[in-house]
C-alpha cells in the first residue's frame, strides 16, 4: 500500500502555480512624460523606497537597457536583507510605451513585470503594472505581498510627479 504524503503532494501540485497581479491607475501627466521615467533607475529607487530597497543600486545604470540584466540584493523595508534578484530587461518598446522584464531570485523563482503607460487624454495617462509569480507554496503570500507593493509604487509615483511637474513649473 503507497504512503499517504499530503504536504509532498501538495508541494507538488504548487510547484508550477502562478498568479497574475494587475493594478492600474490614471496620473495626471503626458504618457510621454511618465514612459521616459519608466525607463530611469532612479525611478525605480524612489518608488518602491520605503519598502524595498536594492543593495547594488549604485550599480545601475541611469537608463535601462533592453536585454541588460542586473543582479541585485533585495532590501525589504530598505534595510532587512533578502536574497540575490536577477532582473533581465527583456524588452523596451518606446512605440507602445512597454517594459517587461524576467525577474526571479531565492524565494520568488519567477517575477515576471510587464509596465503599460497609455495615453488618456492629453495631459494623462493609464499606468499598469502586471506581474506573473511563481513561488512554489508561498505564491498566495508573495502575490499578496505585490498587492500591497504595486499600490504602493503608485502612490510613490504620484509623489514623484508631484515633485517632477512643480520642478517645470517652477523653471
Not at 509623489?159 to 513649473?169: H, N, P, Y
Request: charged share 25%.
Amino acid at each position: 500500500m503507497p504512503k499517504h504524503r499530503p504536504l509532498r503532494d501538495a508541494v507538488q501540485l504548487t510547484r508550477n502555480v502562478s498568479v497574475r497581479v494587475e493594478i492600474s491607475t490614471t496620473f495626471p501627466a503626458p504618457a510621454d512624460d511618465v514612459w521616459a521615467l519608466v525607463k530611469k533607475s532612479k525611478t525605480l529607487l524612489f518608488v518602491c523606497k520605503g519598502l524595498l530597497g536594492f543593495g547594488d543600486a549604485k550599480h545601475f545604470p541611469q537608463q535601462w537597457k533592453e536585454g541588460e540584466t542586473q543582479v541585485t540584493r533585495l532590501q525589504f523595508f530598505n534595510c532587512v536583507p533578502a536574497w540575490r534578484h536577477s532582473i533581465t530587461f527583456e524588452k523596451i518598446d518606446d512605440n507602445k510605451r512597454t517594459l517587461s522584464t524576467k525577474e526571479g531570485g531565492g524565494l520568488v523563482p519567477v517575477w515576471d513585470h510587464v509596465i503599460r503607460v497609455s495615453p488618456n487624454g492629453n495631459q494623462a495617462c493609464t499606468y499598469l503594472d502586471e506581474v506573473e509569480i511563481k513561488a512554489g507554496v508561498l505564491t498566495v503570500m508573495v502575490w499578496l505581498y505585490a498587492q500591497i507593493l504595486y499600490r504602493y509604487r503608485q502612490l510613490r509615483w504620484r509623489i514623484l510627479l508631484r515633485k517632477v511637474l512643480q520642478d517645470v513649473t517652477s523653471n
